[in-house]
């Protein structure tokens, strides 16, 4: 017969077996060698806290845990990592990862600590409401193999996030909440049938008939107490034994308060019962409580479908273009140069270019843009775009983590696992006020106590319940997922956790102007060969030093020589200035004038000047004997930047434009959409001067910019917001990504960012104003316990509806 259970996992321990580990001071029993080994990890790594602190038992690792640890080592193949671990630097990485038995928030500080400890691990941050951990490690110290076994090491699992998983853990909350809502509510309306007779017979029922009146209420209670109610017990003695007070214990003591009042009443035939006020609160508070998770359910449901837009699996075409024979293979198998067919209807699996046919694209989900968007051959498609109409042939160029919607995925994973301070600050502020209301609590018990016993106990409860700061730890949390969701939806993507706040505090807003309030899609005018060479050779030898920009100069430039270009060698690019190179044996330097002709020297010919006043961008070519030829480019204003300027200037906000084109080219722009402050000929360092001399001054910057070039200055700024064309660079170093490219989304997403900070001070409005009206009530004895519960769940189910008005906001 087994003598104990286990210590470490509550399993029964075999009567041969006598192994031990030292915890607390005390030599605890274990069940196996796998159980010790764990039980010795926790030891030594000084996390005994977690055997104070666990209100659940973990799950045995014994039986898996050689089998998890031969399949650790798959997760350090480079290949197997590509879908769920992101390269930082050189060495460092980051994975996000979804954790498998995590039931409460000691487990999270139990993780949190164990894998923090680990030599080379340089974060770790889990997310207790998705159960998602991101991890930053430094690969030359340890291996992601390592870090998994830690965690497994301690009784959970860790998987590479999975959409499918996560939706499947979030189906299961709803269930279960559901059947707790349903046995509340079940119960309650079966208490309320025996409660009524006695409330109308009011005095005049027979004793016998009353008592069997409370025992059937108290036995059609306790399933409410002991299933429905049960989360509230758990959290609120967790809570207690990690030495702290959460929002589960003045409703835990409350409703156990009345529960067992009420039972001594029906032990001792005396005194008042409160089943039926005890069920309807719980009923209330759990269908609030419901309501409030399936709206913040479908607020994040953007980024879940997100994440399952990729197909499982693709039409290769390996025999193409001989052969158009298709066979299904796995997306995952997928390879750059790969000929894909995609069908009408069907999802596109990978980045790729058109090869074949002609269609329409859906690109809303990524980039927010309603109309289906013509794709031709030569043209690029982005992976998780339904193609709406023909068949296209597709060449795969970008696979797994080195596509755009991973990227975008990626950026919305950063911006959920961050918490804004104000977020922090609202947590703060309900934990004390927590610990003030339970103090007033026992005044008030105390004080009605000697003034009518018989109400003390009533109205302790509603105090209890009626305050309750639900409304306020969700004020601001819920309204900016809303406000997240809805901005994805536009195609401008959050990325950090403080951007929506602080783009509608924001007092100054800096542009740049090529790509951001130009289209960016620049073309080449005219060529001014000055030194003997003819057109095509001056152009060659420019699109060739531009090989490798990604500046919309250098495209223009590329696809106007559309021709093999010659060799070059010793490229070294210079932000804001221009590019220097050996091609075809010549040095040669392009870009601004003062940078490309400061390798010789020459003289400009007359007709530069009227070029420069043209209002067209002008590059120079030169090399050691002097500028060797001109080139005029030519960009156009977005269509959409002239209401966006306007609005802003409308609104009072400051708007700077900054750019390194010449003056006659910004001031075009700036007399056009009615920017007074302008700055020309600037470099990235200068940008980055200009932006830190405002705040200086005490200005909230909000930098829209797209180049690698405004990198430093996005970061600089204290929000940014990235054109989704631009550089990877910039969008990166971003607040924000503007995917779909139209400014008008940029001012919507102004306004929405402004509604949602209006949102956030009605609700915390809104919740402070309830609870100072709701506490004296309570404490004068007007409000029932029933009564509470509808009260503090209608102030959460509130503050929840007003945060979805974010959703809706003037197009126009």
Same mark, same amino acid.
């Given at each position: 017969?087994?003598?104990?259970?286990?210590?470490?996992?509550?399993?029964?321990?075999?009567?041969?077996?006598?192994?031990?580990?030292?915890?607390?001071?005390?030599?605890?029993?274990?069940?196996?060698?796998?159980?010790?080994?764990?039980?010795?990890?926790?030891?030594?790594?000084?996390?005994?806290?977690?055997?104070?602190?666990?209100?659940?038992?973990?799950?045995?690792?014994?039986?898996?845990?050689?089998?998890?640890?031969?399949?650790?080592?798959?997760?350090?193949?480079?290949?197997?990592?590509?879908?769920?671990?992101?390269?930082?630097?050189?060495?460092?990485?980051?994975?996000?990862?979804?954790?498998?038995?995590?039931?409460?928030?000691?487990?999270?500080?139990?993780?949190?600590?164990?894998?923090? $400890?680990?030599?080379?691990?340089?974060?770790?941050?889990?997310?207790?409401?998705?159960?998602?951990?991101?991890?930053?490690?430094?690969?030359? @110290?340890?291996?992601? !193999?390592?870090?998994?076994?830690?965690?497994?090491?301690?009784?959970?699992?860790?998987?590479?996030?999975?959409?499918?998983?996560?939706?499947?853990?979030?189906?299961?909350? $709803?269930?279960?909440?559901?059947?707790?809502?349903?046995?509340?509510?079940?119960?309650?309306?079966?208490?309320?049938?025996?409660?009524?007779?006695?409330?109308?017979?009011?005095?005049?029922?027979?004793?016998?008939?009353?008592?069997?009146?409370?025992?059937?209420?108290?036995?059609?209670?306790?399933?409410?107490?002991?299933?429905?109610?049960?989360?509230?017990?758990?959290?609120?003695?967790?809570?207690?034994?990690?030495?702290?007070? +959460?929002?589960?214990?003045?409703?835990?003591?409350?409703?156990?308060?009345?529960?067992?009042?009420?039972?001594?009443?029906?032990?001792? %035939?005396?005194?008042?019962?409160?089943?039926?006020?005890?069920?309807?609160?719980?009923?209330?508070?759990?269908?609030?409580?419901?309501?409030?998770?399936?709206?913040?359910?479908?607020?994040?449901?953007?980024?879940?479908?997100?994440?399952?837009?990729?197909?499982?699996?693709?039409?290769?075409?390996?025999?193409?273009?001989?052969?158009?024979?298709?066979? %299904?293979?796995?997306?995952?198998?997928?390879?750059?140069?790969?000929?894909?067919?995609?069908?009408?209807?069907?999802?596109?699996?990978?980045?790729?270019?058109?090869?074949? +046919?002609?269609?329409?694209?859906?690109?809303?989900?990524?980039?927010?843009?309603?109309?289906?968007?013509?794709?031709?051959?030569?043209?690029?498609?982005?992976?998780?775009?339904?193609?709406?109409?023909?068949?296209?042939?597709?060449?795969?160029?970008?696979?797994?983590?080195?596509?755009?919607?991973?990227?975008?995925? %990626?950026?919305?994973? $950063?911006?959920?696992?961050?918490?804004?301070?104000?977020?922090?600050?609202?947590?703060?502020?309900?934990?004390?006020?927590?610990?003030?209301?339970?103090?007033?609590?026992?005044?008030?018990?105390?004080?009605?106590?000697?003034?009518?016993?018989?109400?003390?106990?009533?109205?302790?409860?509603?105090?209890?319940?009626?305050?309750?700061?639900?409304?306020?730890?969700?004020?601001?949390?819920?309204?900016?997922?809303?406000?997240?969701?809805?901005?994805?939806?536009?195609?401008?993507?959050?990325?950090?956790?403080?951007?929506?706040?602080?783009?509608?505090?924001?007092?100054?807003?800096?542009?740049?102007?090529?790509?951001?309030?130009?289209?960016?899609?620049?073309?080449?005018?005219?060529?001014?060969?000055?030194?003997?060479?003819?057109?095509?050779?001056?152009?060659?030898?420019?699109?060739?030093?531009?090989?490798?920009?990604?500046?919309?100069?250098?495209?223009?430039?590329? $696809?106007?020589?559309?021709?093999?270009?010659?060799?070059?060698?010793?490229?070294?690019?210079?932000?804001?200035?221009?590019?220097?190179?050996?091609?075809?044996?010549?040095?040669?330097?392009?870009?601004?004038?003062?940078?490309?002709?400061?390798?010789?020297?020459?003289?400009?010919?007359?007709?530069?000047?009227?070029?420069?006043?043209?209002?067209?961008?002008?590059?120079?070519?030169?090399?050691?004997?002097?500028?060797?030829?001109?080139?005029?480019?030519?960009?156009?204003?977005?269509?959409?930047?002239?209401?966006?300027?306007?609005?802003?200037?409308?609104? +009072?906000?400051?708007?700077?434009?900054?750019?390194?084109?010449?003056?006659?080219?910004?001031?075009?722009?700036?007399?056009?959409?009615?920017?007074?402050?302008?700055?020309?000929?600037?470099?990235?360092?200068?940008?980055?001067?200009? #932006?830190?001399?405002?705040?200086?001054?005490?200005?909230? #910057?909000?930098?829209?910019?797209?180049?690698?070039?405004?990198?430093?200055?996005?970061?600089?700024?204290?929000?940014?917001?990235?054109?989704?064309?631009?550089?990877?660079?910039? @969008?990166?170093?971003?607040?924000?990504?503007?995917? !779909?490219?139209?400014?008008?989304?940029?001012?919507?997403?102004?306004?929405?960012?402004?509604?949602?900070?209006?949102?956030?001070?009605?609700?915390?409005?809104?919740?402070?104003?309830?609870?100072?009206?709701?506490?004296?009530?309570?404490?004068? +004895?007007?409000?029932?316990?029933?009564?509470?519960?509808?009260?503090? !769940?209608?102030?959460?189910?509130?503050?929840?509806?007003?945060?979805?008005?974010?959703?809706?906001?003037?197009?126009?």
């Amino acid at each position: 017969m087994p003598r104990a259970s286990c210590y470490h996992c509550g399993l029964p321990i075999p009567d041969d077996v006598d192994l031990s580990v030292k915890i607390g001071g005390e030599q605890r029993a274990m069940c196996c060698f796998g159980c010790q080994a764990v039980a010795q990890s926790i030891v030594e790594n000084g996390l005994e806290d977690y055997y104070r602190s666990r209100d659940s038992l973990p799950e045995s690792p014994r039986e898996a845990m050689p089998a998890v640890l031969d399949q650790l080592a798959l997760f350090d193949h480079a290949e197997f990592q590509k879908s769920f671990v992101k390269e930082l630097g050189q060495n460092e990485r980051e994975a996000s990862l979804l954790l498998e038995g995590i039931t409460c928030a000691a487990c999270i500080w139990l993780n949190e600590q164990h894998v923090g $400890r680990l030599p080379g691990v340089t974060a770790v941050d889990i997310n207790y409401a998705t159960r998602r951990a991101r991890v930053r490690w430094d690969e030359t @110290r340890v291996k992601l !193999s390592d870090i998994l076994g830690a965690i497994a090491a301690i009784g959970y699992r860790a998987y590479p996030y999975d959409a499918a998983k996560n939706e499947e853990i979030s189906q299961k909350e $709803r269930r279960d909440a559901l059947w707790r809502l349903w046995v509340a509510g079940f119960g309650m309306m079966q208490v309320m049938m025996y409660a009524y007779p006695v409330y109308i017979a009011d005095g005049d029922m027979a004793p016998d008939i009353e008592s069997l009146m409370r025992w059937a209420s108290l036995l059609l209670t306790m399933p409410v107490i002991f299933y429905s109610s049960a989360p509230f017990f758990r959290n609120a003695w967790r809570d207690i034994k990690l030495r702290r007070v +959460g929002m589960d214990v003045p409703v835990a003591l409350g409703v156990g308060a009345a529960f067992l009042a009420s039972c001594w009443a029906t032990f001792m %035939q005396a005194g008042e019962v409160y089943f039926d006020s005890v069920t309807m609160f719980i009923f209330f508070l759990l269908g609030g409580r419901y309501l409030e998770m399936t709206a913040r359910q479908k607020a994040l449901s953007v980024t879940e479908a997100l994440a399952k837009l990729l197909p499982a699996f693709a039409q290769k075409m390996p025999g193409f273009p001989g052969d158009r024979t298709t066979e %299904q293979c796995v997306v995952a198998d997928l390879r750059p140069g790969d000929y894909v067919l995609v069908r009408a209807g069907d999802i596109v699996p990978a980045d790729g270019r058109v090869i074949d +046919g002609i269609s329409c694209a859906n690109e809303s989900l990524l980039t927010g843009e309603s109309k289906p968007v013509p794709k031709a051959p030569g043209e690029t498609v982005t992976g998780g775009a339904i193609n709406a109409e023909s068949p296209l042939v597709v060449q795969v160029e970008q696979v797994g983590e080195g596509t755009r919607l991973s990227a975008i995925i %990626q950026l919305m994973e $950063r911006a959920a696992a961050e918490k804004p301070k104000i977020v922090e600050l609202a947590d703060r502020i309900a934990s004390y006020f927590v610990a003030v209301l339970l103090a007033v609590a026992i005044f008030v018990a105390v004080g009605w106590y000697f003034v009518d016993p018989s109400k003390a106990l009533w109205i302790t409860v509603s105090v209890l319940v009626v305050t309750c700061p639900c409304a306020l730890s969700l004020a601001t949390p819920i309204a900016l997922t809303v406000s997240a969701g809805a901005l994805a939806k536009d195609g401008l993507l959050v990325t950090r956790g403080h951007a929506i706040e602080t783009l509608a505090r924001a007092t100054h807003f800096v542009f740049d102007k090529t790509g951001t309030l130009t289209t960016g899609r620049m073309h080449l005018v005219d060529v001014l060969p000055v030194a003997g060479l003819n057109r095509d050779e001056c152009l060659l030898m420019a699109a060739a030093l531009e090989h490798a920009s990604e500046h919309p100069v250098a495209t223009a430039l590329r $696809r106007a020589a559309g021709a093999q270009l010659p060799d070059t060698s010793s490229v070294l690019s210079e932000p804001g200035l221009g590019i220097e190179a050996i091609v075809a044996g010549r040095r040669c330097r392009i870009g601004r004038p003062g940078y490309a002709l400061a390798l010789g020297q020459g003289v400009l010919p007359e007709a530069v000047h009227g070029w420069l006043e043209s209002g067209d961008t002008v590059v120079f070519l030169g090399d050691e004997s002097g500028c060797l030829a001109l080139f005029r480019i030519g960009d156009e204003l977005r269509p959409e930047s002239a209401a966006l300027i306007s609005e802003l200037r409308a609104a +009072g906000k400051k708007v700077v434009l900054l750019s390194g084109d010449a003056a006659a080219v910004v001031s075009r722009v700036a007399a056009t959409l009615g920017i007074d402050d302008v700055r020309a000929d600037i470099t990235p360092q200068g940008k980055h001067d200009c #932006v830190k001399a405002l705040q200086a001054e005490g200005a909230l #910057v909000a930098m829209v910019g797209d180049g690698v070039n405004d990198a430093p200055v996005l970061a600089q700024a204290q929000v940014s917001v990235a054109m989704g064309g631009g550089a990877q660079l910039a @969008r990166t170093q971003s607040d924000f990504v503007l995917l !779909s490219e139209n400014l008008d989304h940029l001012r919507l997403g102004l306004r929405r960012a402004r509604k949602t900070l209006l949102v956030i001070r009605q609700n915390l409005w809104w919740s402070f104003a309830y609870n100072f009206v709701a506490l004296p009530l309570a404490i004068g +004895g007007y409000v029932t316990p029933w009564l509470a519960g509808i009260g503090m !769940s209608a102030s959460s189910l509130l503050v929840v509806l007003n945060s979805l008005r974010i959703q809706r906001v003037e197009t126009d």
